[in-house]
């Protein structure tokens, strides 16, 4: 891989921007444009990102809904194979709308990508709110929500490959040392915003209720889903293409040439993304278990959702403090650090497992807990999507951002069976708690030596010095890269 500047390289006359003096014809112009107001540079960014929002909390509430339709339908519901599906075929969704939008999105264009991706949000969000069986077929209502519930997940799928490359092309006009801060709080600070939203409004709607009318309550909360992708449909319409699209999207896309560039790269993110999303899955067991120590089984629905929404709280902090981190030391060193001390983190709470999981304990369990959520998102919560979407050429982020994410989400799907798994098997109750964080905790330590070691550098013109690497490397290797761009 050369970092030479080909000079022989001759670029036709397109709005590419006007070269320094100094450089070969190999580099553009920076991206910051010091013309523009704070706005003006910002509100694409915000565009791209904040959609986002709409996939935390349409994700996040299912899980609330799950809940108050079992209550509501306990013998129908939770003997019925929906009582899962309704939850998890969103993930089946989820990596079919990454990949098909993450082609689209270098193929054909970001900005539509994302628009029809808001569309499915938005049609599908209303449909769930809606869902109803034939003849007021309980069987018919479940069916319904299971199959608008795929189509969201399609829908989320594209925000990823379509919505977080956009945004984090858009990064690129704004001001140095702050580019990494403004992805992530409008990408995964988003996310757990929305969480924290998503367990705070069925709470709200469950009080105002009451047990009597939980029909109201759960379909108002899947139909506020709908605001946020509404509210974003005006601003994504009337952006344009991101700038650096423009200058190096492909109109042929040499296979061979992007695997062999690539391949070892996508590999170490797509890697990392699938033990992030496996080990957040065990991790997920500490909050039930927290749950069932504070929120007696007779306790109404609101208190559950309020403890829940406490849960996610804990994201927060370690999601802000991430974001000016990644900034300031880094992506890369944000990532193994948070992670790595999130694993030691897991190892102390694994052992200490027979006294945390007690009432006795309980204040420690909830102080050590937080903690541990709140360095998850800190590292690899916060900086795992920015390395993706990073770490490759803009002609090909779309693709190759898409498949490091959906190879995450099958990490949750083997998870979800593999850990059960370890507890199954284990000699008793208290190994049945400790050895799924074992291997989680042995796991994100894993990720943060991959990280450390196998990780590029990411600064603040990444984008575009890796753009200037991938038209040398093409170029030397007989692609006509005068064929890249408008």
């Given amino acids: 891989m050369s970092d030479k500047v080909v000079e022989s390289q001759e670029y036709p006359e397109k709005d590419l921007g006007p070269l320094e003096e100094g450089q070969g014809l190999g580099s553009l112009a920076p991206l910051e444009d010091k013309t523009k107001g704070r706005w003006e540079r910002s509100w694409p960014t915000i565009a791209c990102g904040a959609g986002l929002f709409s996939d935390g909390y349409l994700n996040g509430v299912i899980g609330q809904v799950n809940t108050i339709l079992s209550t509501i339908y306990p013998d129908t519901y939770n003997n019925s194979p929906a009582s899962k599906n309704v939850s998890a075929i969103a993930f089946a969704g989820t990596v079919v709308g990454m990949l098909i939008f993450g082609y689209t999105s270098d193929h054909w264009s970001r900005k539509w990508s994302l628009m029809i991706s808001t569309i499915i949000l938005f049609i599908f969000a209303a449909l769930s709110a809606g869902s109803y069986g034939y003849h007021d077929s309980q069987g018919g209502l479940f069916a319904a929500l299971t199959a608008y519930r795929f189509f969201i997940g399609i829908g989320i799928g594209g925000e990823y490959p379509a919505g977080s490359v956009a945004c984090a092309e858009n990064t690129g006009e704004l001001k140095e040392g702050h580019r990494n801060r403004w992805f992530i709080m409008f990408t995964n600070f988003q996310i757990d915003l929305a969480f924290v939203i998503s367990a705070f409004v069925p709470m709200i709607l469950c009080l105002i209720t009451g047990p009597d009318h939980l029909r109201v309550a759960w379909r108002i909360a899947l139909g506020l889903g709908i605001i946020p992708p509404l509210s974003l449909v005006w601003l994504r319409y009337k952006m344009e293409e991101p700038e650096e699209f423009n200058r190096q999207r492909m109109h042929k896309f040499p296979l061979t040439l992007i695997i062999r560039f690539y391949w070892k790269r996508l590999f170490i993110v797509s890697l990392i993304w699938f033990i992030y999303d496996f080990s957040s899955y065990s991790f997920g067991l500490y909050s039930s278990k927290w749950l069932s120590l504070i929120v007696p089984a007779s306790a109404p629905l609101w208190q559950t959702f ?3 929404t406490l849960i996610y709280l804990f994201y927060i902090p370690g999601s802000s403090l991430g974001a000016f ?16 001390l999130q694993g030691v983190v897991g190892f102390i709470m694994s052992g200490c497992y027979q006294w945390l999981a007690t009432t006795e304990y309980l204040g420690a369990f909830i102080v050590v807990y937080g903690i541990f959520l709140a360095l998850g998102e800190f590292g690899p919560g916060d900086n795992i999507g920015l390395c993706a979407a990073k770490t490759s050429a803009t002609a090909i982020r779309g693709q190759y951002y898409s498949y490091a994410a959906a190879i995450g989400k099958i990490g949750a799907f083997v998870g979800t069976y593999v850990l059960p798994l370890a507890q199954d098997n284990a000699p ?3 190994r049945a708690g400790q050895d799924p964080f074992f291997i989680s905790s042995s796991l994100c330590i ?16 990444t984008i575009t010095s890796e753009d200037e690497k991938f038209r040398d490397f093409l170029a030397e290797n007989g692609y006509d890269t005068t064929t890249m761009g408008n």
């Fill in 306 to 308: 309020g403890w829940t």
């Fill in 325 to 340: 981190c990644s900034d300031w030391i880094g992506p890369k060193q944000t990532l193994a650090i948070g992670v790595g």
């Fill in 428 to 430: 008793n109750k208290i």
């Fill in 446 to 461: 894993f990720s943060a030596v991959l990280a450390w070691f196998c990780l590029p550098q990411i600064n603040q013109d």
